[in-house]
């Protein structure tokens, strides 16, 4: 099972336009350019740690942007 780069995610193959899809986040890439992702944050030694924080910070961002306008402002 392929994992999102950015989030962590699983991905999953869609053949209709022949990209990897994260169930996640959205993100698409060919097969190609998600193995050269990868070969990329492997040479950078990104730790899991890394990782697990991008995925807090995402979801704190997204528990923030469904909050109502009132709500933002006492944030």
């Known amino acids: 099972m392929a994992r999102c780069p950015e989030c962590a ?7 209709d336009n022949r990209l ?3 169930n996640s986040c959205g993100l698409s890439l060919t097969r190609y350019e998600l193995d050269h992702y990868w070969d990329k944050v492997r040479s950078e ?4 740690d890394d990782v ?5 910070r ?6 923030w942007y469904s909050k ?4 933002k402002e006492n944030y």
């Open 9 to 15: 995610g699983k991905m999953t193959y869609n053949p």
């Open 20 to 22: 990897m899809v994260c």
């Open 45 to 48: 030694n990104v730790t899991v």
């Open 52 to 56: 697990q924080k991008k995925k807090d």
């Open 58 to 63: 995402r979801k704190e961002w997204l528990d």
């Open 68 to 71: 109502s306008k009132s709500e």
